[in-house]
T-cell receptor, first 113, second 116 residues
Framework: AQSVSQHNHHVILSEAASLELGCNYS??????LFWYVQYPGQHLQLLLK??????LVKGIKGFEAEFIKSKFSFNLRKPSVQWSDTAEYFC???????????FGAGTRLAVHP | DTGVSQNPRHKITKRGQNVTFRCDPI?????LYWYRQTLGQGPEFLTY????????KSRLLSDRFSAERPKGSFSTLEIQRTEQGDSAMYLC??????????????FGPGTRLLVL
C-alpha cells in the first residue's frame, strides 16, 4: 500500500538554526512529491513540488527539497529558519494510478526567537 | 486571484442531524477533491471529481456521505445522520489536470465540523 512517513512529529529550533524534515514514501512507480505548509490559522499552502528532472527543487521562502529515488525520500531543508517558519509541514505524494494525494502525518515546527 | 473557497468555515451540529458543505474551486480547474483531516493527522482522501463526474470514492466515505458537482463547478459534500466520529476538518482542493500525473492541488481553508 502507498504511504508517506514523516519521522519527526515535533521539532523545536532556535532562529538561524538549520532545518531538515524527513519524508519517506512507499510506492514503486512514478510519483510526484509535494511539501505543503500550514501556518497557524491559515489553510494548506504549497511550499514546493517535484515532478521530474533536477532532484533538488527550490520552493518559496528559502525552502528546498531533495528527491532521492534510491532512498524513497524527499527531505525538506532550510539553512536558516525564522520565527515566521513556525507551522505544520506536510509531505505528500501523488501517483497517477491512484489520483489522490497521500499525506504524511505532518511535522509541527516551532521556532523560538 | 481567487483561491478555493469553502463554506461554512465552522459548523456545530447535534448527532443525527444532516450537514452540507460547499466548495468553490479555482475557476477553470477541472478536478475537485475532498479530504478529511483529524487532529494530529494529515489530510485523508475522500473523493474526487473530474468535471462533473465523480471518479473515485474512498472506503472512508460511508453511505452517509454524498458528494456532488452538478455543473462541473462548485461541489457539495453532505453528511447524513452525523455521528461524533465525523468531527473533523473537511478540506476541498482543486487542480487543473492536463496530464495524467502532473497536477498541483490547491486547498481551501476547510470547514471544521463539530458533532455534539
Amino acid at each position: 500500500a502507498q504511504s508517506v512517513s514523516q519521522h519527526n512529529h515535533h521539532v523545536i529550533l532556535s532562529e538561524a538554526a538549520s532545518l531538515e524534515l524527513g519524508c519517506n514514501y512507499s510506492y514503486g512507480g512514478t510519483v510526484n512529491l509535494f511539501w505543503y505548509v500550514q501556518y497557524p490559522g491559515q489553510h494548506l499552502q504549497l511550499l514546493l513540488k517535484y515532478f521530474s528532472g533536477d532532484p533538488l527543487v527550490k520552493g518559496i521562502k528559502g525552502f528546498e527539497a531533495e528527491f532521492i529515488k534510491s532512498k524513497f525520500s524527499f527531505n525538506l531543508r532550510k539553512p536558516s529558519v525564522q520565527w515566521s517558519d513556525t507551522a505544520e509541514y506536510f509531505c505528500a505524494m501523488f501517483s497517477g494510478g491512484y489520483n489522490k494525494l497521500i499525506f504524511g502525518a505532518g511535522t509541527r515546527l516551532a521556532v523560538h526567537p | 486571484d481567487t483561491g478555493v473557497s469553502q463554506n461554512p468555515r465552522h459548523k456545530i451540529t447535534k448527532r443525527g442531524q444532516n450537514v452540507t458543505f460547499r466548495c468553490d474551486p479555482i475557476s477553470e480547474h477541472n478536478r475537485l477533491y475532498w479530504y478529511r483531516q483529524t487532529l494530529g493527522q494529515g489530510p485523508e482522501f475522500l473523493t474526487y471529481f473530474q468535471n462533473e463526474a465523480q471518479l473515485e470514492k474512498s472506503r472512508l466515505l460511508s453511505d452517509r456521505f454524498s458528494a456532488e458537482r452538478p455543473k462541473g463547478s462548485f461541489s457539495t459534500l453532505e453528511i447524513q445522520r452525523t455521528e461524533q466520529g465525523d468531527s473533523a476538518m473537511y478540506l476541498c482542493a482543486s487542480s487543473l489536470a492536463l496530464t495524467s500525473l502532473q497536477e498541483t492541488q490547491y486547498f481551501g481553508p476547510g470547514t471544521r465540523l463539530l458533532v455534539l
